[in-house]
């Protein structure tokens, strides 16, 4: 039977996001809160709120660290992964994350003019990856690593604003 492990949130950070280095690589923690409405059958209004602790490595994490602040709207999709370890009282404990492997950002920022515009950035650079290997292909050089590989390599001029 296959299996599948995909999520894709929108809510605002719940805190600054935190960048720090994870051996040759970098990570970035940061939590999202996301809101639900919803009407009872007396037409009520109710509210619930979920809290999601997230994470992004590389380039990703570093742009998230860089551009979105607590309260500011984010959007993420990635893998669920379960972390386990033992606390000072030695007693089991257990969390699920969200890992995050493609981001787009949703705050508006102020241009030189003073118009907002949206910024949009997917941080899975898998799709120019593609198009610059099929472009050389026939040059005699090699593909690009494997997806699970890829992600750390955006360069400053993918970056939309």
């Known amino acids: 039977m296959p299996n599948l492990n995909r999520v894709m949130l929108m809510g605002n950070l719940t805190r600054d996001p935190e960048l720090r280095a994870a051996g040759a690589s970098q990570v970035c923690q940061f939590g ?8 009872d059958q007396q037409g009520e209004k109710h509210e619930e709120v979920t809290f999601v602790d ?16 607590k309260g500011q ?3 993420v999709e990635g893998r669920l992964r379960l972390e386990q370890w033992q606390d000072k009282d030695g007693s089991d404990r257990r969390a699920i994350k969200v890992v ?3 981001m787009q950002f949703l705050a508006r920022r ?8 949206p910024i949009r ?3 899975d650079p898998q799709p120019a990856a593609k ?3 099929m472009a050389t ?3 005699g050089k090699s593909a690009p690593a494997p997806a699970g590989q890829q992600h750390d390599s955006v360069a400053p001029e993918d970056i939309p604003f």
């Open 54 to 69: 997230c994470q992004a490595w590389g380039k990703t994490g570093e742009l998230i660290a860089q551009y979105v602040r």
């Open 121 to 123: 950035r997917a941080a």
């Open 131 to 133: 198009a610059k290997a």
């Open 137 to 139: 292909a026939g040059k």
């Open 73 to 75: 709207p984010l959007y």
């Open 32 to 39: 999202l809160a996301i809101n639900r409405t919803w009407k």
């Open 100 to 102: 995050v492997e493609a």
């Open 110 to 117: 102020e241009d030189g003019g003073g118009q907002a515009e």
